[in-house]
């Protein structure tokens, strides 16, 4: 029999799913009927007219600027609905403005999918906006409207554009000007990879996001400033609190609204408001009251790994630090902050590790050494650059002041370079299962609440989830070592075959293939599948792979080997074969054509396999070939 406490527990669970799911459906714009999607079925892939706006900058690659549009027409029909657009590096307009309107006539495609095993996802990525579709057009075919459409997003924009304005007035140079537009202006996509990957290996690329650690610094800083208000009593302390909160909302809306931003001035405008109410406030209860209003208006955040490690993180930092705290108590002052750096990051830390290492299959061990040198200071960064901004934007900045803050900016970036160096401290490639995540969040979970209170139980349920642990271990152990499989990879106009033993990946190519474009190809996939990579070796003409016979018929189009029966055929460098003619003398049960063709000859192999009704795979469109049979 059900207790009645479990009943309600029971009937609450399945009331937040079901609020949940008609949250998702609500939010959904392709429910409507004025949703684009309705509109171009027969126009996918074909030339149409489009009037859009951008709503949203997205980082750069290395051929393209990205952005979200908002489609408002489609020919003459009003529309609705979010798409992604690519414009070409090096056209004479390179930056679009958030809110102007453009018509252009071009194509709106799906969204691609990786091509290779494991690699990232970046239409799953979008479709957690509600985007799933893509237009790609050089800038100088965009006609400029007139209208533009105002937001918050806008504005937001050109008080951006207008501070870095002011600044390039200084003595800054870019890499300094994106730091601070990181730091102080939510918007990382100026910074070099080179510099990220740094602040990534250095396990500090907390500090380039803006989220709960400087708006919390910024809380400190405006309670700071505000203070002189409280000396007038009640009203006073109701001014101070909507003084407050307003600044917090006009720093969210500069720094782009994020989801990380979001999240972190929702739960500190409540901290605010408890701050004011009463002298102690429930952490939990601002955080999960934030969490629940977000995602009352932005329900997919919830999928969104950004939102989940911030969360997290700050959960960590509420529940476990208070305990690490108390478990040392320095005497002196410097040592006292030190320690409760210390005791920050790694609640942090702990809070994030089980998903940083299901979702980056890395750890930077001296996660701790970067904060320790930079967080006490950070506070002292953000005043500084707020103050920087002030004075630049009011053409007041005096350049030794300038010089000052860069110099700065120069030292942090140093600080975390240095210690990214020190590779053998960063531990890269640790393959992390699911079941892994789920039971290393227990045993955290169990040996914590065993500090906080000793009791027999709280020890049995760390020793089971050692135990429990061990056995996943040993079943991902037995599971990848019996993994087995020939792949064909999708490379352009090159050929690159792997077959997966015994936790090795065999690799053959027509081609060298570079090292950064081997991490492409096959870094993730080893991860998963906790493998190492053999040397590469020259392509061969035939393979046996179990009980099947593999031909590859390349550019010298010689295939009459009449003592073989292949059971699969990989077609590359666009062989000039009939291939009505090849599959009556050698009757292979499949053919594979690989990025290597021409797209003409693909067209052309996929008509005739259709028509003999034999199965035929383009690596281009569906993505490599595995074989585990």
């Known amino acids: 029999m059900f207790s009645k406490g479990s009943e309600f527990l029971c009937i609450m669970i399945i009331t937040f799913i079901a609020f949940g799911a008609t949250l998702v459906t609500i939010h959904n714009p392709s429910r409507l009927t004025t949703h684009y999607t309705y509109q171009i079925e027969e126009f996918t892939e074909k030339p149409i007219g489009l009037r859009f706006y951008i709503r949203e900058r997205l980082k750069s690659t290395t051929y393209y600027n990205k952005y979200i ?153 405006l309670n700071f400033i505000l203070s002189p208000l409280q000396r007038f009593k009640q009203r006073g302390k109701i001014v101070k609190l909507i003084l407050t909160i307003l600044m917090l909302w006009f720093f969210a809306i500069i720094a782009g609204l994020s989801p990380s931003i979001l999240r972190a001035v929702t ?97 930077p061990a001296l996660f701790f050494l970067s904060n320790l040198l930079i967080i006490p200071f950070l506070g002292g960064i953000l005043g500084f650059g707020i103050l920087v901004i002030l004075l630049a934007s009011l053409d007041l900045l005096p350049d030794i002041i300038a010089y000052l803050f860069g110099g700065c900016i120069d030292l942090m970036n140093w600080i975390v370079s240095r210690i990214a160096q020190q590779e053998e401290f960063l531990i890269t490639d640790i393959p992390f299962s699911w079941r892994m995540l789920v039971i290393l969040y227990v045993i955290i979970i169990a040996i914590i609440a065993s500090i906080k209170k000793f009791e027999k139980r709280k020890v049995y349920a760390v020793g089971i989830s050692l135990c429990i642990l061990m056995c996943i271990l040993i079943y991902e152990k037995q599971k990848n070592a019996r993994h087995e499989e020939f792949i064909v990879f999708h490379t ?40 190492h990579r053999d040397s590469i070796l020259p392509l061969k ?25 292949p059971d699969i055929i990989i077609l590359s460098g666009s062989p000039k074969i009939h291939l009505d003619r090849v599959i009556d003398t050698l009757h292979p049960k499949q053919i594979i054509a690989d990025g290597s063709s021409y797209k003409s000859f693909l067209n052309e192999w996929g008509v005739t396999c259709k028509k003999r009704n034999i199965k035929f795979h383009r690596t281009d469109k569906k993505g490599a070939f595995i074989f585990n049979d």
């Open 69 to 221: 549009i908002s489609i408002l027409r489609i020919e003459d029909k009003m529309v609705h609905g979010n798409v992604l657009l690519r414009t070409k590096k090096g056209s004479s307009q390179n930056d679009l403005n958030i809110g102007d309107t453009y018509t252009a006539v071009t194509a709106i495609k799906q969204i691609s999918k990786p091509l290779n095993p494991y690699q990232f996802d970046y239409s799953k990525h979008l479709e957690k906006k509600y985007i799933h579709h893509q237009i790609t057009i050089p800038t100088e075919r965009l006609i400029t409207n007139q209208k533009s459409i105002w937001s918050v997003f806008r504005f937001a924009d050109l008080v951006r554009k207008y501070i870095n304005q002011k600044l390039d007035n200084y003595p800054f140079n870019p890499k300094q000007l994106s730091i601070i537009n990181a730091l102080l202006l939510g918007q990382k996509q100026d910074i070099d990879q080179e510099t990220f990957g740094d602040y990534r290996d250095a396990g500090a690329i907390h500090i380039l996001a803006v989220s709960g650690l400087h708006v919390g610094i910024l809380l400190l800083i």
């Open 267 to 363: 739960m500190f405008s409540f901290i605010a408001v408890g701050m004011q109410i009463r002298s102690k406030t429930s952490i939990y209860n601002s955080l999960f009251i934030s969490m629940f209003v977000l995602l009352c208006f932005y329900p997919l955040y919830l999928f969104s790994v950004g939102f989940q490690l911030s969360y997290l993180a700050v959960f960590g930092i509420v529940w476990i630090q208070p305990t690490l705290i108390n478990l040392f108590r320095p005497n002196i002052y410097i040592s006292q902050k030190l320690w409760e750096t210390l005791t920050v990051t790694i609640s942090a830390q702990l809070g994030i590790l089980p998903l940083s290492l299901y979702y980056f299959n890395q750890f």
């Open 541 to 565: 003409n035939i393979y046996q792979y179990k009980e099947h016979t593999i031909l590859i018929i390349d550019s010298t189009s010689i295939y009459n080997i009449t003592s073989l029966q």
């Open 492 to 531: 352009n106009q090159n050929t690159t075959l792997g077959i997966f033993q015994n936790q090795r990946l065999a690799i053959y190519s027509k081609k060298n293939i570079p090292k950064n474009t081997q991490n492409f190809l096959f870094g993730n996939y080893l991860v998963q599948n906790a493998g």
